[in-house]
């Protein structure tokens, strides 16, 4: 039969199920495959923080939402046009993301009387018969039955054959977008090579859902996306975390110093230990610690030996680490503190995004104890920022915070990713010696940058000893002498403050260079308030947008920057932390737009805020 | 790095030119004194070696030792050793730390630094006090122990230290004292040609906070009916008169006279290398204020090799670049799936 194959520019789907039902797996595969057509995307994935919470349950969904359209993409999408429900929990906990008239793909199976009563509908209630979803276009499938018949041949335990059904789901969303299965093929092929079962039930599934789309008449029409108009050049897709990780690798390259990574489990920071465990043949060590106060003091060893000194974890683990990181600020030494941000306070919302940990990596140590602060804005831009980390912790001797967060760091997007070649050298040299004329060596001379010498064991004549007892000035000894240490204080500070000289001026990212309002904003709300701007500005509203990279110390030119605006907002996903600092440092009257829901802003949000702001609402 | 042996060096090459600052009458002097005295005979260049220390009297060292030095925070400097030593192998490491530092606030460390087995020497100086923060009981004072914070005595139960790092696998495990500076030097050199974590822990007097809390073990009228020197392959024989010795009576270690009660051949003769008779001799614990206690052993209770995690770091890695040859960034960076924008 023919089929209608109508063209969209922009989709939103919404893969959600019980986890253990794979939603995870279903949804990269079908980004991976969006990713290679060229289409641009962002996602968001969003699981419960237990790894398989009761079966059926309200808590025990998974999701993972993708958007990807023909113009370009900056957030996952503020409501869903379809939503695959595997079962009555799934479709219960996000419906109300799901845009009206948007299609329902629901696993009937999942809906029978024990999966209605977990999700907690009352006796006899079933949503897909009840008539209360006749405003979405409802298609529904027995995924369960389907995979088993599907299956028949397989010598498999029911259980296990269950658990292709996601692939089922996959393959019938391929034939839906005019998609090739050859990408998953080749993934199952590659994951599953060697239990031949497995991988043949996953591959059996996956054609399965696919001819079922191409022979049940009920489905009249296939949709396809165009690729995107982006920049020309060659792309990958990129998730946060991964984009970390290999900006550590290519600084570690860059520097030719090798990587250490001192770390100690926790989510959602976890995958960069992960993927830097896996690239030992970059000479990457990683050290999984007994706990976060060893894996930053094991990075802090071995800096002091020359390596690039790294540690990654969350809110919590930096809270362990503070004290550690006041060593490091002591021993002005290189060390790049990772802290992928999670909901807090204490264990909090460990798989929800939050930007709270702002005012922590400010001030969150004892004594005055200034640590420059970089925060990475979208998946692929931790891969800079990483890099950039690594650059001034290494040229400037101190250790540095990387804040990145929960929403872009499990999210990807896709990456024009660089060559080397095209990356800058990390110039770094070791103190190889007494220079002629030098009788003894002064482990805190500094030089133009306040900058002292890094002397690392094993070079002769250099031998000293550092700690974290105050120190005199140009010699290191240990000094208690009241104007020393203020003036100990004073210079670590100036030492943190002259950076500013070696980082770039702030930029606007769009709109007028002064007006009514600027959007400044910084870390995950990129993607939303850039949409949301771009929308106002193409309705004829003046708006501004920055986004600030360097938060300690700030762009020189950032106060001149906003000063030419009439008001200054402030989005963040926490109470209000960056506008403290900048309303402290520039007295600006700026004005907070603060969610704390665990997940990111969305653009209608930020539309809405901007229009109230302007006046217009 | 240079490997190249400098010129003999002496004692005097490892003092460094800041004055030392314990208390006059500390027992930290005689250990500083023996590690200045046994250093130039390692034949290691200065420049590689590593003092790391925490916080408390005894992590002080560094500063007076002209080598590398780290006076890190409280109970990490073992952690701090772990990184420097799994990232430069070729660095002589040494961890100077106290009863507080490593086996309270740092002892999650100190067990996982024995574990892994990292070829570094880890010097415990214990003193059975608080001595920096001025007199409170730390985790090996005795029980009923009155300190400035426990005025009614002590209720902690003490650690053991020596069965604590036997019990974390610890590859070798040795105890002196600093009223003893041959044994002392003898155990500071065993430590450092044991290839692995050496745990060696040093009775050390607080003549300020806890004088004379080993005063038994030391003191020339009781060292001798106190205590036991290990010697591998030799029967275990103490007392003034050499007169007596250690029998095995099933699991039980019990004195015996030597000639009356039993003879040099009935006794048990030290093995260091057997982990199970370790295991009683580092229970060998008793208060010593106890009628019928048992001598208190010092020397090696054990020495084994297992592979150190460094030297399975650096081999895992050059394993990997056998396989697969040096990593490439740019096909790191382009990964599997890429697609063109024209």
């Known amino acids: 039969m023919t089929r209608k194959q109508e063209v969209l520019s922009d989709v939103v789907i919404k893969f959600a199920g019980d986890s253990g039902d794979g939603m995870q797996l279903t949804g990269s595969q079908f980004t991976n495959s969006t990713a290679l057509l060229g289409i641009d995307l962002a996602t968001f994935p969003d699981f419960p923080a237990e790894i398989r919470a ?11 939402q993708l958007h990807f359209s023909s113009e370009r993409v900056f957030t996952p999408g503020d409501e869903c046009d379809v939503l695959v429900a595997m079962n009555a929990a799934a479709l219960k906990t996000n419906l109300k993301t799901l845009k009206k008239g948007g299609k329902i793909i629901a696993n009937t199976d999942g809906f029978d009387a024990k999966n209605l009563r977990l999700a907690n509908y009352p006796d006899g209630v ?8 006749s405003n979405y276009e409802v298609v529904r499938m027995d995924v369960t039955k389907m995979t088993r018949e599907a299956l028949k041949e397989v010598t498999m335990g029911m259980k296990e054959k269950d658990r292709a059904k996601n692939m089922f789901v996959l393959g019938f969303l391929y034939w839906m977008y005019n998609r090739s299965l050859e990408m998953t093929e080749k993934f199952l092929t590659d994951k599953f090579g060697k239990k031949p079962e497995i991988l043949d039930s996953n591959l059996k599934a996956l054609k399965a859902g696919y001819y079922y789309g191409e022979t049940t008449e009920t489905f009249t029409t296939t949709y396809k996306v165009e690729r995107a108009k982006m920049e020309p050049g060659t792309y990958r897709s990129i998730m946060g975390n991964q984009a970390l990780a290999y900006g550590l690798i290519a600084a570690s390259q860059k520097s030719g110093l090798p990587l250490f990574l001192g770390s100690y489990p926790i989510t959602p920071a976890s995958d960069i230990l ?55 600020v002591m021993l002005e030494i290189p060390l790049v503190v990772v802290n992928i941000q999670r909901g807090g306070p204490s264990t909090g919302l460990p798989t929800k995004t939050e930007q709270s940990d702002l005012l922590q990596a400010y001030y969150g140590r004892n004594g005055e104890c200034p640590m420059p602060i970089i925060a990475s804005s979208t998946p692929s831009d931790c891969f800079d920022v990483a890099f950039e980390a690594c650059r001034i912790s290494v040229q400037h001797m101190t250790p540095i915070m990387l804040l990145s967060d929960g929403y872009i760091a499990n999210g990807a997007e896709p990456w024009k990713f660089p060559k080397s070649d095209d990356l800058p050298e990390l110039k770094v040299k070791f103190k190889d010696g ?35 007892i105050e120190k005199q000035d140009v010699t290191g000894n240990v000094n208690y002498e009241p104007e020393n240490h203020q003036h ?11 950076i500013a000289d070696y980082i770039p001026e702030q930029k606007l990212d769009s709109g007028p260079e002064s007006g009514k309002l600027l959007v400044l904003g910084w870390g995950s709300t990129y993607g939303a308030i850039k949409s949301a701007v771009a929308e106002l500005q193409a309705q004829g509203h003046a708006v501004s947008h920055a986004h600030i990279r360097y938060i300690r110390p700030f762009p020189k030119n950032l106060g001149d920057l906003m000063k030419k605006f009439d008001q200054v907002l402030i989005p963040e996903i926490n109470n209000g932390q960056l506008i403290k600092i900048i309303r402290d440092q520039y007295l600006i009257d700026a004005k907070p737009y603060n969610k704390i829901m665990g997940v990111p802003i969305t653009k209608s949000e930020m539309v809405m805020k901007i229009k109230q702001m302007l006046g217009l609402s | 790095m240079s490997q190249t042996i400098a010129p003999a060096l002496t004692a005097k090459d490892f003092a460094t030119d800041q004055e030392v600052r314990w208390c006059p009458g500390c027992g930290d002097y005689s250990i500083l004194a023996q590690v200045q005295k ?15 220390s925490g916080i408390g009297c005894s992590s002080r060292f560094p500063y007076y030792m002209n080598t590398y030095g780290m006076h890190s925070i409280h109970g990490r400097a073992t952690a701090v050793a772990s990184g420097l030593k799994a990232s430069r192998p070729d660095l002589s490491v040494w961890i100077v730390t106290g009863d507080g530092d490593g086996l309270s606030i740092g002892g999650n460390h100190t067990i996982h630094l024995l574990r892994r087995n990292f070829d570094v020497n880890l010097l415990l100086f214990n003193n059975q006090i608080y001595g920096l923060t001025k007199g409170q009981y730390s985790p090996t004072s005795e029980e009923r122990k009155v300190t400035k914070s426990t005025p009614f005595g002590s209720i902690d139960h003490p650690f053991n230290p020596a069965a604590l790092a036997l019990g974390a696998d610890a590859t070798f495990v040795a105890r002196s004292m600093d009223r003893d500076p041959k044994h002392l030097q003898d155990m500071l050199l065993r430590s450092q040609k044991h290839k692995g974590a050496s745990f060696l822990e040093i009775y050390q007097n607080c003549n300020i906070f806890n004088d004379g809390a080993f005063e038994t073990f030391t003191e020339k009228s009781t060292k001798p009916d106190n205590t036991l020197f290990l010697e591998h392959g030799k029967p275990l024989v103490f007392g003034a008169q050499q007169n007596k010795g250690i029998k095995i009576d099933g699991f039980r270690p019990k004195v015996v006279e030597i000639g009356t009660e039993a003879s040099l051949d009935d006794l048990w003769i030290h093995d260091e290398k057997d982990f199970y008779k370790a295991q009683i001799l580092v229970r060998m614990f008793d208060d010593p204020r106890i009628e019928g206690h048992l ?15 460094e030297e399975m770091l650096n081999l895992q890695i050059e394993e990997v670049i056998t396989a697969k040859g040096k990593g ?13 924008i024209e």
């Open chain 2, 38 to 52: 046994i250093m130039p005979s390692l034949g290691i260049p200065k420049e590689n070696i590593v003092v790391i």
């Open chain 1, 488 to 498: 100990m204080v004073f210079t670590r500070q100036a030492k943190v403050d002259r």
């Open chain 2, 328 to 340: 490439n960034l740019d096909k790191l960076l382009r990964g599997n799936e890429v697609w063109s």
């Open chain 1, 54 to 64: 009761p079966q059926g349950t309200l808590p025990g969904v998974s999701g993972f």
């Open chain 1, 434 to 468: 007494l220079a002629e004329g030098e009788d003894k060596f002064l482990p805190y001379k500094r030089d133009e940058k306040l900058v002292r010498p890094w002397a690392i064991p094993g070079t002769p004549g250099l031998e000293h000893r550092i700690g974290g």
């Open chain 1, 274 to 328: 992960h993927e830097l465990s896996r690239h030992k043949s970059f000479g990457v060590r990683t050290f999984q610690a007994e706990d976060e106060i060893a894996a930053v003091t094991a990075s802090i060893g071995a800096s002091y030996g020359g390596s690039l000194g790294i540690t990654t974890t969350s809110g919590p683990g930096v809270a362990l680490k503070a004290e550690a990181m006041g060593l490091a």
């Open chain 2, 295 to 309: 001598p208190r052993p010092f020397g090696v209770f054990y020495e084994t090799e297992r592979p150190c995690y």
């Open chain 1, 126 to 133: 079933n949503p897909l018969e009840d008539g209360s979803l």
